[in-house]
């Protein structure tokens, strides 16, 4: 089966070679994967047509999935285990070629142009692989890449105007946050940012003394939007970084209902005083 996602699998590598420092992977290797690929657009194609329920899939239904899918590959890649994420990047890569059969079908585009256009957008993203532009840092990447989308025919007079409304806040705050840096809008020092926190702290513990719910929660929003470019400077990812932290939160309340339940109790009725021995109890075993 010829398509245009087998050409790019093999086309891509001979043109990589040429810059990268690594070996390039082997022809049979290469042809491994352009046949699963070529295997995977079948089988799609067969269960749109055979099976009833990926028949009454549309764009609408599988944004669920989709989304669920990502957050599932989101968790994989937080656990650091191989076989979790092989799982999981393939449910997402179902998702992903049946939305482009959907597509094939109302006559818009077929999988093939999916990858010729991220082929030819990779390639004209990466001048200093494939061209002559020298980069010596990532920094130097993503700063020439920015320049470049600004001089676009098409590019927005709003700098922030291409982050996706759809975004996680927490997501939206890092990224437009990054984004402002990358043009030169940032704290000079981490401390200052730090010196904002407890600003906003300070800002929200008037409002609470106040009365005034409305500026609470103007103030805890920027409380939150403090942390976050802290979070940017120190080169974490925020929402990764909250949902490591929702993993140890729930792992250890779990612990605490498991400790309520041995002492033959329901956790909402234990004290506050057995709750937070139990609490110290499990971030130790932790």
């Given at each position: 089966m010829s398509s245009s996602v087998t050409e790019c699998v093999i086309l891509a590598a001979p043109v990589a070679a040429a810059h990268a420092p690594e070996k390039a992977d082997?022809?049979?290797?290469?042809?491994?994967?352009?046949?699963?690929?070529?295997?995977?657009?079948e089988l799609v194609a067969r269960l749109?047509?055979?099976?009833?329920?990926?028949?009454?899939?549309?764009?609408?239904?599988?944004?669920?999935?989709?989304?669920?899918?990502?957050?599932?590959?989101?968790?994989?890649?937080?656990?650091g285990a191989p076989e979790p994420l092989e799982g999981e990047l393939?449910?997402?890569?179902?998702?992903?070629?049946?939305?482009?059969?959907?597509?094939?079908?109302k006559g818009w585009f077929a999988i093939d142009d999916v990858a010729?256009?991220?082929h030819a957008k990779m390639v004209e993203r990466h001048p200093h692989v494939f061209g002559d532009t020298p980069a010596g840092s990532a920094d130097e990447v993503k700063n020439a890449w920015e320049?470049?989308?600004?001089?676009q025919p098409d590019?927005?007079?709003?700098?922030?105007?291409?982050?996706?409304?759809?975004?996680?806040?927490?997501?939206t705050a890092y990224r437009q946050t990054l984004r402002a840096a990358d043009l030169g809008f940032d704290w000079e020092r981490d401390a200052d940012v730090a010196a904002?926190?407890?600003?906003?702290?300070?800002?929200?513990?008037?409002?609470?003394a106040e009365g005034d719910a409305a500026a609470e929660a103007h103030e805890i929003g920027d409380l939150l939007l403090s942390v976050v470019n802290l979070a940017r400077r120190r080169r974490i990812d925020p929402e990764s970084a909250l949902r490591q932290a929702n993993r140890r939160f729930r792992g250890r309340f779990a612990e605490v209902a498991r400790r309520a339940r041995e002492a033959g109790k329901d956790v909402s009725e234990v004290g506050m005083a057995e709750l937070d021995r139990y609490w110290e109890e499990a971030k130790r075993k932790a």
């Open positions: 082997p022809p049979d290797k290469m042809a491994a994967v352009s046949e699963a690929l070529d295997s995977l657009v749109r047509r055979d099976c009833p329920w990926d028949r009454e899939q549309t764009f609408e239904t599988l944004k669920t999935y989709l989304l669920e899918e990502t957050y599932e590959t989101l968790e994989a890649v937080d656990q393939g449910d997402l890569l179902f998702q992903v070629f049946l939305l482009a059969r959907l597509a094939e079908e010729d256009r991220i320049r470049r989308k600004r001089r590019a927005s007079e709003d700098p922030l105007g291409t982050l996706p409304v759809s975004l996680p806040a927490l997501s904002k926190i407890e600003e906003e702290l300070d800002e929200w513990r008037r409002s609470a």
